[in-house]
């Protein structure tokens, strides 16, 4: 049923490239089950290659918003993230809504880009391991939360920004979950809004969406039981090392 009903909403794609899509949602619900970030980064090096960039961001919509809904509800530390980190959360709420009305009217090789540029602040971050120590001011939050926001509406992809400011908080493991978990959720909801009013995610794509959602839950579950079985640091950095280098295939494509 499931196998029909996927062949069904994407009646223009061949069985290898469905196949491919699948996978790819797949996997990617399993690096986000894993280390909690990651899920639109790796989706996007793989979905691109067989769909437009716009509807890639416009199909991850629906997996985006579910997946951070249910890391931030099992999450602790919820009201303390929110106390603390409402103005990066205001801010990126409101840039990642505007930003991702003019997705559509992005050139497509700025965008493909633009993905692939993100991939790699992602991976060098993890990989190199920057270290930086800020303070949790609101004029950074807001400095923050404004490029994370223009990152996002373009791409769907705003976790450096967030993440590389939390781990520069020396947040311990915890609050660190709860505190990616509420940024990440608010981004979440005015993304699929935005598109949806722009005119990206349209209601064939949106069904699409939540289909693929079956997908990334089913990895997303998978992550999370891996997380206590297998080795987090060999696990991440070579997730790490494989956005590196599909990031800088992106960024050569929108060049080249």
Known sequence: MQEHLFNTLFA????????????TLFIAGIVK???????????????T?????THAVALLAIPILFTNFTQFIKSQHRADSMKTYWPMALTILLSIFITSFFL????????????????????????????????????????????????????SIWSPPVATYMIARGLEKERFIAATGFVFLVGAAPLSLGLYLGGVLTNAI????????????????????????ISQVYFQKAVLIAFFLIGLRLIAVGIF
Request: avoid cysteine.
């Open 12 to 23: 223009n794609q061949t069985p290898s490239i469905l196949i491919l899509i699948s996978a």
């Open 33 to 47: 089950g894993f280390l909690g970030i990651g899920l639109p980064a790796a989706a996007m090096g793989l979905l």
């Open 49 to 53: 290659l067989v769909l437009s960039p």
């Open 104 to 155: 559509s009217r992005y050139p497509t090789g700025l965008l493909t880009i633009t993905i692939g540029a993100a991939m790699v602040i992602v991976a060098l971050n993890g990989l190199i391991g920057w270290k930086l120590r800020l303070g949790p001011s609101y004029s950074i939050q807001i400095g923050v939360g404004l490029i994370a926001g223009i990152l996002g509406g373009l791409s």
């Open 206 to 229: 949106l069904q699409q969406s939540l289909l693929g959602l079956l997908f990334v839950m089913a990895g997303f579950r998978i992550g999370e039981i891996l997380r206590g079985k």
